[in-house]
């Protein structure tokens, strides 16, 4: 799938978010999005979630976000506190499970 062209632009206030999800899972079970002017991969099927959490390959922590580390997140980007933040959905291995 090409990211550089967005299935669906997220909502950050989510004042629909059944809508939202229909329209993600209509779309497949990992879906190019737009977040608030970045692009990313919304994983909208509960199995393929799974399979992704349990996969030691992918990270929740921001220093392994490639695009983060490029510079392809602008300055002042309004969810940077979220993905910086420390918690369980930004920890990965020991991290996680000790805030758990």
Request: charged share 25%; proline share 6%; glycine share 8%.
């Amino acid at each position: 799938m090409d990211l550089s062209h967005p299935y669906l632009a997220l909502d950050p206030y989510a004042r629909d978010v059944h809508l939202e999800a229909e329209q993600l899972r209509a779309a497949g079970a990992v879906v190019p999005v737009d977040v608030v002017g970045v692009s990313a991969w919304a994983v909208s099927h509960h199995e393929v979630a799974q399979q992704i959490l349990e996969d030691p390959r992918f990270h929740m922590n921001s220093r392994h976000w490639g695009a983060l580390q490029r510079g392809e997140v602008p300055d002042g980007w309004p969810l940077m506190k979220i993905i910086r933040g420390k918690n369980m959905g930004t920890a990965d291995g020991v991290e996680h499970r000790g805030l758990r």
